[in-house]
């Protein structure tokens, strides 16, 4: 029960109706439209309505285009009506019982540590229950959401070089000790060859000096030679002894060496991990930032690189409103269709420390005999690229 909320629960049971989105305030369809839909949830709604946008129109434009119609009760509010009301059903159906300002505010609450907040910000403002003081906290939270949202972007880019640094630092680690680690198991392998080696040959001297004590036991120089032989076959017996100890403890090595190779892949395998996340949220950002530069459409072709870094490539150009094509540089991709790949490109980047020099010199030749924008980059991550891009749009 809300005993300070009585008059809230009247007006709910005078109107359990819960409001469209026309009958919203205007300040709320922004945040609906920005913080409920996505860009593609925007442009499904346009071609259904048959909304007419023009064939370069942004992200922007779509979002403003819907936020202005967002206010009447047309074809195109039904329609984005009809797929918040679906979308977040779970959401509504959790408040259809709800009859206080206080329930729903602990909800609402819940929702923000739950990062689920487009569902039941869509629930809440629609709800016939929320009141003008819940709605204006509601409002404002949200808005204030996306200026974080923002702030958190431009963190993540920074973090970009640096998670970069750290995996090459890993993936050279990694070579060096496996390197090692192979280089130890050669040499002990080695070393237990040439003793079995010995113990044999020792072995069939000691049995054929037998032998001739056997046949001629009162000679005595046989008799000085076998104990000579015995006595050196002590001292192997002991040497042997020690060296497979040496090799025992070689052998601890070299396990605890495997030890250290795994946790590098594991750190190695984490660390890519942490870099897909970073680019999946910069991408889910893009339209909340300023940062990043404006292809406007432009024909980005990129030349080698790592191939696991192709997919993050080629959202941070998309996400520039560019055009991302790539060619590994002739590793696996045919090198003969790398001047059709070039046709018609704006900008060409090649990195250096990941792709042929033959490659590379016969990209920068085809831009010169085009007059196409050549970029050779210093290294093949992300950060820069998006260096790059920087500086040619400021050209």
């Given amino acids: 029960m809300c005993p300070e909320n009585e008059k809230t629960r009247q007006i709910f049971r005078s109107n359990r109706r819960r409001r469209k989105l026309w009958e919203l305030e205007d300040r709320h369809h922004c945040p609906v439209i920005g913080t409920c839909l996505n860009i593609d949830d925007l442009k499904r709604v346009v071609r259904q309505s048959g909304v007419k946008m023009e064939s370069n129109a942004s992200d922007f434009d ?33 408040l259809s019982k709800v009859n206080c300002e206080g329930a729903l505010a602990a909800h609402w609450e819940q929702a923000l540590a739950d990062d689920e907040i487009p569902g039941m910000f869509w629930a809440l403002v629609t709800h016939p229950a929320t009141t003008k003081m819940l709605s204006n906290r509601v409002y404002g939270e949200v808005h204030m959401l996306s200026h974080l949202s923002g702030r958190s972007h431009r963190k993540a880019l920074a973090r970009i070089p640096l998670l970069e640094a750290e995996r090459d630092s890993l993936e050279e680690t990694h070579k060096k000790q496996r390197t090692i680690s192979e280089q130890q198991l050669a040499e002990r392998d080695r070393r237990i060859d040439e003793l079995e080696r ?36 002590e001292w192997l017996t002991k040497n042997l002894a020690t060296t497979r100890q040496e090799l025992d403890q070689q052998s601890d090595r070299v396990r605890a060496m495997k030890e250290l190779l795994q946790e590098s892949r594991e750190q190695l395998s984490a660390s890519e991990k942490n870099l897909a996340q970073l680019m999946e949220r910069l991408s889910h950002d893009r339209m909340q930032t300023t940062s990043l530069p404006d292809l406007a459409g432009r024909k980005v072709v990129y030349i080698g690189g790592r191939r696991s870094l192709a997919p993050h490539l080629r959202s941070l150009v998309e996400g520039c ?72 749009i400021k050209q």
């Fill in 62 to 94: 779509y979002h403003v285009t819907l936020a202005h119609a967002a206010g009447d009760k047309t074809r195109v509010t039904k329609n984005l009506q009809k797929m918040l009301d679906k979308r977040f059903n779970r959401h509504i159906k959790k």
């Fill in 198 to 233: 010995l113990v044999t040959k020792l072995r069939q001297e000691l049995a054929a000096e037998r032998r001739v004590e056997q046949a001629n036991p009162e000679s005595s120089a046989l008799q000085d030679a076998l104990d000579r032989q015995q006595r050196s076959n």
């Fill in 321 to 392: 409103q560019g055009d991302f094509i790539h060619h590994d540089g002739g590793v696996e991709d045919n090198r003969a269709n790398l001047d059709s790949k070039l046709a018609g490109a704006d900008m060409v980047f090649c990195p250096v420390d990941c792709v042929s020099h033959d490659a590379c010199l016969r990209v920068k030749r085809c831009c010169k005999r085009t007059n196409t924008t050549f970029v050779p980059l210093q290294s093949s991550g992300i950060s820069s690229l998006l260096n790059g891009l920087q500086e040619v």
